[in-house]
Each structure stands twice: as structure tokens, then as C-alpha cells.
Nanobody
Framework: QVQFVESGGGLVQPGGSLRLSCLGS????????MAWYRQAPGKQRELVAD???????MYKDFVRGRFTLSRDNAANTMYLQMNDLTTEDTGVYYC????????WGEGTLVTVSS
């Protein structure tokens, strides 16, 4: 069973940066498009950005220009560099394969607050 472990979250002030990591088990990184999702307090989980196996990223409008998504298939790892964070970016961030959803990991909490 594929498992995802997200890390790198924390408390940061508005305008700050964080780098999230997603470590996956098995061969999922070698086969599937991968994505970051987030769930803000009281809201549904939403897609933030996704990236093809070959490394071509796609971003939602609300993060384009601020977030950068990358992946290392050999290391079964995906990264999300988040810059110029705002309070609207607060939430729990998860990774998964959007075309073949697996069990969700615990996520990593990002809190943007002054």
C-alpha cells in the first residue's frame, strides 16, 4: 500500500517562505502525476498544484508566481517551495496522485500568521 509522508510545515509570518516535502513509497513517483492539496480550517480540501512524471508543473491561480513545484522520481520525493505566503495559505498540506488517489497521509500544517 502506497504511503505518503508530508513534512516541512510550520509557523511563518506573512511574506515568509516554507519548503514542503512529500515522500512516497513504492513506484508511484515513477508512474503517476503527483499533486499538492491543502485544506484550510472549515473548508474542503483543494488542489494547489500538480506535476507530470516528466516534471512539468501546473499551478492554481491563487499560488501561481509564488509556489514552485518539483519532483525527484528516483528519490520518490516531491517538493513545494512556497514564497510570499499569506494568511490565506494557512492549512494542512497533503500530497497524492490525482489520477490514482491513494490513502491520504497525515499532512503537514502550515500556519501563516503575524
Amino acid at each position: 500500500q502506497v504511503q505518503f509522508v508530508e513534512s516541512g510545515g510550520g509557523l511563518v509570518q506573512p511574506g515568509g517562505s516554507l519548503r514542503l516535502s512529500c515522500l512516497g513509497s513504492g513506484n508511484i513517483f515513477k508512474i503517476y502525476r503527483m499533486a499538492w492539496y491543502r485544506q484550510a480550517p472549515g473548508k474542503q480540501r483543494e488542489l494547489v498544484a500538480d506535476i507530470s512524471v516528466s516534471g512539468n508543473p501546473m499551478y492554481k491561480d491563487f499560488v501561481r508566481g509564488r509556489f514552485t513545484l518539483s519532483r525527484d522520481n528516483a528519490a520518490n520525493t516531491m517538493y513545494l517551495q512556497m514564497n510570499d505566503l499569506t494568511t490565506e495559505d494557512t492549512g494542512v498540506y497533503y500530497c497524492n496522485a490525482p489520477n490514482s488517489l491513494r490513502a491520504w497521509g497525515e499532512g503537514t500544517l502550515v500556519t501563516v500568521s503575524s
